[in-house]
């Protein structure tokens, strides 16, 4: 299975609305999106790294990979934001382990780049459990399904251009 965000998953919804459920399939689902997402945003700063010079990944090249990706709007500014403090906080106000998201990225990535990658990702688990609660508000469930996942980040603009299969 690899290494795993599911027990993360469902604590950050529960902080997200306490009322709704993730289901084990989306909890997988969620997994794996978030592993596809520090691998996609990784391999692109990375690719920024080698035109630079450097060796290593630092938060300014997820920053630029960030407002890159999603240009000036009001989610990359969240984004941007809350990444921004969890490097403040030196992470600890993290709900995803960075020493988690550390084995997944196959690159030399500073401490404060992980930090800031684990603000991002929790950022944008925060606008999918917004947008697939809306989803299952609407039809009056009080759990989340992969239907309301799909739904939910199709409705978004944002989040359908970042998971989009380019």
Request: positive net charge.
């Given at each position: ?8 998953i ?24 978030i ?109 989340m ?22």
């Open positions: 299975m690899g290494v795993g965000f599911g027990l993360f469902s604590r950050l919804s529960k902080t997200e609305n306490d009322d709704f459920g993730v289901r084990k399939d989306l909890r997988d689902i969620l997994d794996d999106l592993m596809k997402l520090i691998k996609k945003l990784s391999s692109l700063a990375a690719g920024r790294v080698k035109t630079c010079g450097r060796i290593l990944i630092r938060n300014d090249d997820y920053d630029m990979i960030i407002q890159e990706y999603f240009g000036e709007g009001p989610f990359e500014r969240v984004i941007k934001k809350e990444a921004n403090r969890s490097i403040e906080n030196k992470g600890s106000d993290l709900v995803l382990p960075v020493s988690r998201i550390k084995r997944c990225v196959n690159e030399k990535v500073a401490m404060s780049g992980l930090i800031y990658l684990g603000g991002v990702l929790e950022q944008v688990l925060i606008e999918i459990f917004d947008q697939v609660i809306v989803v299952s508000k609407k039809k009056n469930k009080k759990s399904t992969l239907k309301d996942l799909w739904k939910g980040i199709k409705d978004d603009e944002e989040l359908s251009r970042l998971f989009s299969h380019e």
